[in-house]
């Protein structure tokens, strides 16, 4: 099984379907999506900069993001029964054990799932150039738990050419 994390900053691609189903159809194994959240983890981030949510509740709030995110995943990629969009607030109220702050994002969270799950693989699709600073401050802790290959994907450029960032 294979953790395939879909960046936020990908939800504007306005051809997100296409280059997302072409990548996951060249993956042979189950998936689990881990979506980002995309805009509304960014709203939830200004709220709690405005208003002082707190860490517990910024947190969840952000969580509940990636599940919105999710269910637009799902309208976007086929009806594979190999593809499993992941609810991550129900993943992680059972299997949270990652701190509460701005410095865990859905790519941590990735890592922690790819973790837990024993995944294959973990890829991470993203919207920039590839490298250790794509990823949120917390990752490299997060991926530390995993032993399979980390993968990061430019997914706006073609992705012909992937980089093995961490083995």
Known sequence: MIVVKVGGSLYSLHNLRE???KFLDTIDDDIVLVPGGGA????????????????????????RSMDLAGDFLKLLISNSTRIQVLR???????????????HVTSDSIAAHVASLMNASNL???????LGHDAVDQYFSTAASQ???????????????SVATVWD
């Open 123 to 129: 890829i991470l699709l993203k919207s920039r150039s």
């Open 19 to 21: 280059r997302l189903t």
């Open 88 to 102: 991550i607030e129900v993943f992680l109220r059972e299997h949270d054990t990652l701190p509460h702050t701005w």
């Open 40 to 63: 509304a983890a960014d709203a939830v981030r200004g709220w709690d900069e405005v208003h002082s949510l707190g860490d517990d509740a910024a947190h969840w709030l952000a969580v």
């Open 146 to 160: 995993l032993r399979c290959p980390i993968r990061i994907v430019n997914l706006r450029e073609e992705f012909a």
